[in-house]
T-cell receptor, first 113, second 112 residues
């Protein structure tokens, strides 16, 4: 399966600042990546589908201006949380889709203070 | 967003016991996936199922893709302490662009 590396694993930022999370596909040409958000003791909620070379497709209710996704190459997708607020604190996880299976990064714990 | 329903929500079992959990949906999926997630980490793929009726094993794990393509189950035989974690099913939908929808999760605790 695909090996996915996500960075950073943890980040603390001040309210109002922006945070960028990187998701790298180390051994698979990833035309499609996915970004999920997970609250404590809950399931993974799909935020958006990241398409290489084109705009991301956001799920209903996800603010595209707040969660900026860039997928400029077949190995890297980034999620930028803009003007972060405490309610954006969560566990963010990316995955690489092969068209059959999905392989996940280690996740990023974002805390906004 | 759309989710799949998993049951049970949580399980406490004795080491050595077998475990069974299932996942149901109102929608048809083309592929069912089962994952395990440990605290603070991303989910790890356990088993992938590609066609209705398929039964697949991976060590002590066995999963089946329901005939109706709206459900799947996962069995764990002879549980051990390291089986502790949250198990998620996920369905691959290809209507429009493809994406993976996750189940609500089954939290498993194994008592030694």
């Amino acid at each position: 399966g695909a090996v996915v590396s996500q960075h950073p694993s943890r980040v603390i930022c001040k309210s109002g600042t922006s945070v960028k999370i990187e998701c790298r596909s180390l051994d698979f040409q990833a035309t499609t990546m996915f970004w999920y958000r997970q609250f404590p003791k809950q399931s993974l909620m799909l935020m958006a589908t990241s398409n290489e070379g084109s705009k991301a497709t956001y799920e209903q209710g996800v603010e595209k201006d707040k969660f900026l996704i860039n997928h400029a190459s077949l190995t890297l997708s980034t999620l930028t949380v803009t003007s972060a607020h405490p309610e954006d604190s969560s566990f963010y996880i990316c995955s690489v889709g092969t068209g059959f299976e999905a392989f996940f990064g280690q996740g990023t714990r974002l805390t906004v203070v | 967003g759309q989710q799949l329903n998993q049951s049970p929500q949580s399980m406490f079992i004795q080491e050595g016991e077998d475990v069974s959990m299932n996942c149901t949906s109102s929608s048809i999926f083309n592929t069912w996936l089962w994952y395990k997630q440990e605290p603070g980490e991303g989910p790890v793929l356990l088993i992938a199922l590609y066609k209705a009726g398929e039964l697949t094993s991976n060590g002590r794990l066995t999963a089946q893709f329901g005939i109706t393509r709206k459900d799947s189950f996962l069995n764990i035989s002879a549980s051990i302490p390291s089986d502790v974690g949250i198990y998620f099913c996920a369905g691959l939908t290809t209507s429009g662009t493809y994406k993976y929808i996750f189940g609500t999760g089954t939290r498993l605790k194994v008592l030694a």
